[in-house]
């Protein structure tokens, strides 16, 4: 809106300077650029006197000039003054909202680059709810996080600066993906210097960096390329598998879903077995395992297996009924 009236007033600005030229040119016979610049100090008002003394007619038309030049001149300093007034202000107050929204963030995730690995992190825990913040310095990357209005901070994510304005020590996780394994290292000593229990999930680029990444203090490590190609060989040889573990972990038409829950300590199946629990049964969900405390893996657990608090089961199911299961796991009995 703003630009259309000043695109206006300048175009009503340029008829006026048109009108002035060619009406002292034709009723004053001024050469054009002594007529130009006559309209000029006219509708500037420098006090200039007048090129050549005007007839009754000259003088009209520097009356209309000065009438119409030095409103639309007023008016259109005014217009592009008040665009770069307003869109800086609408800059500090936009960062101001970013920064107020980034420090209310509790339990979330700071993802550390969004690149092709941190864009498709960001849009998945997006889809789940999940709150999070990015750190990236590339303009591309910024514009699209404004544009899908991600909190993201437009800072080196590799200084101690930028993760402490990102939240660490409220954070539930820290990922780290940007391209280079060197940086992802470096972010990751950073992070376990500031806060020694942070979970981190660090990418890796060459597997042979993992260890490193590891010793640096990250959690877990993943190499996109390497479970890539091990993807790809599973199509091949076991294509079946595949798309069934696809249509349980993703979101499909069937509508199945694949989850992980903590038994709390007040848990109506704490103390419970698997059978006993009626989670198959109320739910119509499948245990696949159960993690204990200690972090031993039961995969496919008997009907005997008793849940203790602590335990955290991978099930699949339908996730309407999920979400139900959920609740009733977390509320006393």
């Known amino acids: 809106m703003e630009f259309s009236k000043l695109k206006l007033s300048l175009l009503l600005l340029i008829a006026t300077i048109t009108f002035g030229t060619f009406g002292y040119v034709i ?7 002594e007529a130009f610049y006559m309209t000029l100090i006219t509708i500037s008002t420098v006090g200039f006197s007048e090129i050549k003394p005007l007839s009754h007619i000259g003088r009209i038309i520097t009356i209309i000039i000065i009438i119409l030049g030095i409103s639309l001149l007023t008016y259109t300093l005014g217009q592009v003054a008040r665009i770069f007034v307003e869109g800086e202000l609408r800059k500090v107050l936009g960062r101001r909202k970013l920064e107020k929204q ?3 963030l509790d339990k979330h995730y700071i993802i550390c ?3 092709r690995i941190g864009s498709i992190i960001v849009r998945e825990l997006d889809a789940a709810n999940i709150p999070l913040v990015v750190i990236d310095q590339d303009p591309e990357s ?3 996080l404004e544009a899908n209005h991600t909190l993201y901070l437009n800072m080196d ?3 101690d600066e930028a993760l402490i304005a990102a939240g660490l020590d409220r954070a539930q996780g820290l990922v780290t993906a940007v391209s280079s394994d060197a940086d992802n290292v470096f972010i990751a000593l950073s992070a376990k210097g500031l806060r020694p229990d942070i979970f981190i999930l660090a990418r890796a680029s060459d597997v042979k960096n993992e260890s490193k990444l590891l010793r640096a203090g990250a959690s877990r490590v993943v190499c996109p390329y390497q479970m890539g190609g091990r993807r790809m060989a599973e199509i091949l040889h076991k294509p079946t598998v595949v798309d069934w573990l696809d249509q349980a972990m993703m979101h499909t038409e ?3 879903q ?5 038994i709390p300590e007040d848990s ?3 103390g419970r077995t698997v059978v006993g629990s009626n989670l198959r049964l109320d739910f119509g969900v499948i245990i696949v395992a159960i993690k204990r405390k200690s972090g031993e893996m039961i995969f496919n657990p008997g009907p005997g297996e008793i849940f203790t608090a602590g335990d955290v089961i991978v099930v699949i199911g339908k996730k309407s009924e999920m979400r139900r299961m959920n609740e009733a796991i977390c509320c006393t009995g």
Do not use: C, K, N, V
Not at 27 to 33: G, T, V
Not at 258 to 262: F, K, L, S
């Open 258 to 262: 694949m989850e992980e829950a903590i």
């Open 254 to 256: 069937l509508g199945l």
């Open 27 to 33: 009723f004053e016979d001024m050469p054009p650029f």
């Open 102 to 104: 980034i420090a209310e």
């Open 113 to 115: 680059g969004y690149g």
């Open 157 to 159: 994510a590799t200084s």
């Open 268 to 270: 109506p199946i704490t």
């Open 142 to 144: 910024i514009a699209e």
